[in-house]
């Protein structure tokens, strides 16, 4: 088995697709600096492209991914690469992810829902 080559952390916040004859909604359940996995009652299929919105909870934006691919898809599941992303968004990708993995536990970070947040 080949190791990941960018860890993942947990997440769960709404994202908007859009594609060729697709515009839908899903939940971002794990994150890293390459891609996501998505949870969606829309069924994508493997090789489709498609622009991100994602709304992540702790940030005033919404991260703009202008260009996704779907890697692979099984039922409601899917796991997506982001190709293309503005400079400032990859670096609000990296800090999130990073920070998460460092541990420092902040509003910054965090991406589960108050609920199900540790505390």
Same mark, same amino acid.
């Given at each position: 088995? /080949?190791?990941?080559?960018?860890?993942?952390?947990?997440?769960?916040?709404?994202?908007?697709?859009? *594609?060729?004859?697709?515009?839908?909604?899903? !939940? #971002? %359940?794990?994150?890293?600096?390459? *891609?996501? $996995? /998505?949870?969606?009652?829309?069924?994508?299929? +493997?090789?489709?492209? &498609?622009?991100?919105? &994602? +709304?992540?909870?702790?940030?005033? $934006?919404?991260? %703009? /991914?202008?260009?996704?691919? #779907? =890697?692979?898809? $099984?039922? =409601?599941?899917?796991?997506?690469?982001? %190709?293309?992303?503005?400079?400032?968004?990859?670096?609000?990708? @990296?800090? #999130? /992810?990073?920070?998460?993995?460092?541990?420092?536990?902040?509003?910054?970070?965090?991406?589960?829902?108050? @609920? !199900?947040? *540790? !505390?």
């Amino acid at each position: 088995m /080949v190791p990941r080559y960018s860890p993942r952390i947990r997440a769960h916040f709404p994202l908007i697709f859009l *594609g060729d004859g697709i515009a839908a909604q899903g !939940t #971002v %359940i794990n994150l890293s600096l390459p *891609g996501c $996995t /998505v949870a969606s009652w829309e069924p994508l299929q +493997k090789g489709t492209y &498609l622009a991100l919105q &994602l +709304k992540m909870p702790d940030l005033d $934006t919404p991260m %703009i /991914v202008p260009l996704a691919a #779907v =890697r692979w898809a $099984t039922g =409601r599941l899917c796991g997506l690469e982001f %190709i293309r992303m503005a400079p400032a968004d990859q670096r609000r990708l @990296a800090t #999130v /992810v990073l920070d998460s993995l460092n541990q420092r536990p902040s509003a910054e970070t965090s991406f589960l829902p108050e @609920a !199900t947040r *540790g !505390t």
